[in-house]
């Protein structure tokens, strides 16, 4: 028996402030589209914004639906927004900004793990790493350079 170490990185800011303007920014767009959020159920509110090679910026929020399992993260309408209207332009990073209407939420919110495992998929495909920042309504900002740090072992494509 050995044992393997998988290690990760994440950074920590401690506000958005501390950000580079361009993350800021994008930072902001994804505040914008949390607004926008579909989350009568939750009433948790995610926006997710990304930042394309072409300098274009996509978003998207969650979209929730009655029959709870229809419903949709904020990471994954946006990875599949771009998927979908940039079909083979580099994604150069992800800023995720999240909310309650119930509670405060200071503290960073990290993509679940279907939305990782959708990231993953595009990651890998444009054989470029996605740097990922994501946060809460206020505080600490989390910045992890690959999805890959937050999805170790990665199920993909060439294991089929
Ligand atoms: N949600 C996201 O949009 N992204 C995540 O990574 C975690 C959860 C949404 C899904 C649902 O609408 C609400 O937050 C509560 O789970």
Redesign the pocket.
């Known amino acids: 028996m050995k044992e393997i170490q998988i290690n990760s990185t994440i950074q920590v800011y401690d506000s958005v402030q501390e950000l580079p303007k361009n993350v800021q920014e994008l930072m902001e767009k994804a505040v914008e589209a949390r607004k926008k959020a579909y989350?009568p159920y939750?009433k948790?509110q995610?926006g997710a914004a990304l930042m394309l090679a072409n300098g274009e910026a996509v978003s998207g929020n969650?979209q929730?639906n009655a029959a709870y399992p229809s419903?949709l993260?904020?990471?994954r309408v946006a990875v599949f927004y771009a998927g979908a209207h940039y079909p083979g332009e580099t994604v150069e990073m992800m800023a995720i900004s999240a909310t309650s209407l119930d509670k405060p939420v200071t503290t960073p919110v990290p993509?679940?793990g279907a939305?990782r495992q959708a990231i993953a998929e595009y990651e890998i495909k444009q054989e470029k790493p996605i740097a990922l920042y994501f946060m809460g309504e206020k505080g600490a900002v989390y910045k992890t350079n690959s999805l890959k740090d937050l999805l170790p072992l990665i199920f993909d494509g060439s294991m089929l």
Request: charged share 15%.
């Open positions: 989350a939750s948790f995610v969650n929730e419903g993260c904020a990471e993509p679940c939305c």
